[in-house]
C-alpha cells in the first residue's frame, strides 16, 4: 500500500491564486482530514469528512473547500490564496473515529506571496 | 475550552539517557490517546496509544503513562539515540481529535 499520498510537495502561489491540493489513501479508510501547520506550531483540523459524500468543517475552515466524491480522494481547495495560508498541509485518513490512529501524507509546503 | 498543551516545547537529551515529554489535557471525556512522531519534512508518524482504562502501557524502548486524576500524558523514550530527534505531539480522542503543540526533542551525540 501506498499509504496517504499528496500532490504537490512544494507550490510557491501568488496572492489571490487558486489550487488545488491533492489527496488520496488506498488504505478504504472511511474518515479523512486536511490540516495545516504553521512553522512551530501544532496541526490545527480544517476540514474532515466522514465518509463519502460528507464533509465537515473543522477548526480552520475559512478560506478553503474540500469534497468527498469517493473513499480515496480528498482534495483540498483554495480559491483566494492569501499570504496567512502560507502553512505546511497535511492529509491524514483513519478507518473510523475514536481508538483508531491517523495515517498521515508527506505534507505540501505552500507558500503564498 | 478544550485543550491539550505540553509542558516543555524543546527538550535536549544526551544519547543514551531516557527522554521524557509531558502532556497535559483538559477533556475528561477523552478515551483513547496517541503519541505522534513527527520527523523534519515529514508528516506525523503513529508511535503508541493508550486507552483511558489503563495508565500504562509498553512498546520497543516508548512508555506511555496516563494519569487521569490530573489529567496528564507523558511519553517515555528509553536510551535516547539520534533517530529520536523529532517534533513528539501528543493527542486526544474523544468526540473529536485534539493535537497538543509539540515537543521539539534534540538529541545530543
Known amino acids: 500500500n501506498a499509504g496517504v499520498t499528496q500532490t504537490p510537495k512544494f507550490r510557491i502561489l501568488k496572492i489571490g491564486q487558486s489550487m488545488t491540493l491533492q489527496c488520496a489513501q488506498d488504505m478504504n479508510h472511511n474518515y479523512m482530514y486536511w490540516y495545516r501547520q504553521d512553522p512551530g506550531m501544532g496541526l490545527k483540523l480544517i476540514y474532515y469528512?466522514?465518509?463519502?459524500?460528507?464533509?465537515d468543517k473543522g477548526e480552520v475552515p475559512n478560506g478553503y473547500n474540500v469534497s468527498r466524491s469517493t473513499t480515496e480522494d480528498f482534495p483540498l481547495r483554495l480559491e483566494l490564496a492569501a499570504p496567512s495560508q502560507t502553512s505546511v498541509y497535511f492529509c491524514?485518513?483513519?478507518f473510523g473515529q475514536g481508538a483508531y490512529e491517523q495515517y498521515f501524507g508527506p505534507g505540501t509546503r505552500l507558500t503564498v506571496t | 475550552g478544550e485543550s491539550v498543551g505540553l509542558h516543555l516545547p524543546t527538550l535536549s537529551v544526551q544519547e543514551g539517557d531516557n527522554s521524557i515529554i509531558n502532556c497535559a489535557y483538559s477533556n475528561s471525556a477523552s478515551d483513547y490517546f496517541i503519541w505522534y512522531k513527527q520527523e523534519s519534512g515529514k508528516g506525523p508518524q503513529f508511535i503508541i496509544d493508550i486507552r483511558s482504562n489503563m495508565d500504562k502501557r509498553q512498546g520497543q524502548r516508548v512508555t506511555v503513562l496516563l494519569n487521569k486524576t490530573v489529567k496528564h500524558l507523558s511519553l517515555q523514550i528509553a536510551a535516547t539515540q539520534p533517530g529520536d530527534s523529532a517534533v513528539y505531539f501528543c493527542?486526544?480522542?474523544?468526540?473529536?481529535?485534539?493535537f497538543g503543540p509539540g515537543t521539539s526533542l534534540s538529541v545530543i551525540p
Open positions: 491524514a485518513s483513519s
Open positions: 493527542a486526544e480522542n474523544g468526540d473529536k481529535v485534539i
Open positions: 469528512s466522514v465518509g463519502a459524500g460528507i464533509t
